[in-house]
């Protein structure tokens, strides 16, 4: 490639970045605000609602039955009106009912707004990766998923100490702190998804705020990588849903975010318990653990574009978290803030080499179709995850066997990836 082609490639792929990454970006802490919540409003709300660990665990777990029940259909329903339109009334819509959490007075409200909020929600992530595919070319893919997935462990920076600041409003007007909790943090999806529908722009040959040069590039980059190696199981929507390919990244996935989303939800909990903190103590500390989840997150994503290489990058971060896990079944409070640092560490840098993965592998409706179908799956660990730790806190007092369980479907998922990896160098011909 020479100079000015290389030139204009940065250009172009640097002023996509700027366009879309920071609303995205915004959107996606929004996103996992209204999920990392639910474990800092539990400081309060367990005891108000009187809550076991297993009832909370499974309020925590059924969002996903609800998201994973309309993940494909959402998806489809994306690419088919677009863009701009359908991640704007996803936004919209989950914002109104994350902040209807201010509702709840027993279980059976608590489980039913906790499955709307998933059937809202449905979709949005998926289709933030299919649309990420639309834009960045291979090269550069996992970067901006990085910057794009820097939204999960930051909405822990962020929701860590602003949900502990919003837990001391117990008591104002007459709201206990939870409610305000979930209020406040419900407001910026609405409002973001409202400034995505002026703002988002469906395709690259939309994208009249590129120059004609930055667009004829674009496009023509994102339709070769399309048309390179496509063949029809690539471009069909019922193939690509029925593909082992598909099933086994979605299973892995589906282990892989019960390691993540288990301490998530009791993390909270555990250092509070660990290190004897109120509720303020609890938000900052894991706030500071979010931070790390970023680090591990930009340099994962930024090596595995450097090397071109995608499964050894997804499935070392997960050895990584089983060994996270073991460290937390130790205890003391050490062991367990050093556990939880080393899960958040590793789990965040998996996902954005994972999310390549099945961009690279299916094309258009395709993709769309395959990757929603992978990420409902795999949500479903939001119901596996914490039930898991739940049942085995109410059974033994302790989290210790749940986070052994945990950690070993880490090890399997890790398993899982090489596998996978060995299986597409057979297949790929020489």
Not at 126 to 154: D, H, K, N, Q, T
Not at 267 to 292: K, S
């Amino acid at each position: 490639m020479g100079s000015a082609q290389l030139e204009l490639r940065r250009a172009t792929v640097r002023k996509v970045s700027w366009r879309l990454l920071p609303l995205l970006f915004a959107l996606f802490i929004a996103s996992f605000l209204d999920r990392t919540n639910l474990g800092v409003a539990s400081l309060q709300m367990n005891r108000d609602l009187a809550l076991s660990a297993t009832a909370y665990a499974f309020g925590a777990g059924v969002f996903y039955f609800g998201y994973a029940l309309f993940e494909v259909p959402s998806n489809l329903i994306l690419a088919r009106v677009g863009a701009r339109v359908w991640i704007a009334r996803i936004a919209i819509t989950w914002g109104i009912a994350a902040s209807a959490m201010i509702f709840v007075r027993g279980t059976t409200s608590f489980y039913a707004l906790r499955f709307l909020l998933g059937l809202a929600e449905a979709g949005f992530f998926p289709g933030i990766v299919w649309y990420l595919g639309r834009w960045f070319p291979e090269r550069e893919r996992a970067r901006a998923m990085s910057w794009f997935m820097i939204g999960i462990p930051l909405a822990g920076v962020i929701g860590g100490p602003l949900g502990g600041a919003l837990l001391s409003l117990n008591g104002r007007l007459g709201l206990t702190g939870w409610r305000w909790l979930f209020l406040v943090e419900g407001a910026p999806p609405i409002l973001l998804g409202i400034f995505a529908l002026t703002y988002l722009t469906d395709s690259p040959e939309k994208a009249t705020w590129l120059t004609p040069e930055q667009r004829g590039w674009l496009v023509g980059e994102m339709h070769r990588e399309r048309a390179t190696g496509a063949s029809a199981e690539r471009a069909d929507v019922k193939r690509s849903l029925i593909s082992g390919v598909t099933w086994t990244l979605a299973l892995l996935y589906l282990f892989a975010l019960s390691a993540e989303l288990g301490p998530i939800f009791f993390g909270p909990i555990l250092v509070r318990d660990a290190l004897a903190l109120g509720d303020a103590g609890t938000g900052f500390v894991m706030g500071a653990i979010g931070v790390a989840g970023v680090a591990g997150m930009l340099a994962n994503g930024w090596h595995s574009d450097r090397t071109g290489e995608r499964y050894v990058h997804s499935a070392a971060p997960l050895v990584v978290v089983a060994a996270g896990f073991a460290m937390i079944a130790i205890g003391g409070p050490a062991w367990t803030l050093g556990g939880l640092v080393t899960v958040a560490i590793a789990i965040n840098a998996f996902l954005p080499a994972f999310w390549c993965i099945p961009s690279a592998m299916f094309t258009g409706t395709a993709a769309a179709a395959a990757i929603a179908l992978i990420n409902s799956i795999g949500n479903l660990g939001g119901y596996l995850g914490p039930t898991l730790l739940g049942k085995a806190k109410d059974a033994t007092g302790s989290y210790a066997t749940g986070m052994l369980i945990l950690g070993g479907l880490a090890l399997a998922a890790a398993a899982m990836t090489m596998f996978l990896r060995e299986r597409q160098k057979a297949e790929t011909p020489c």
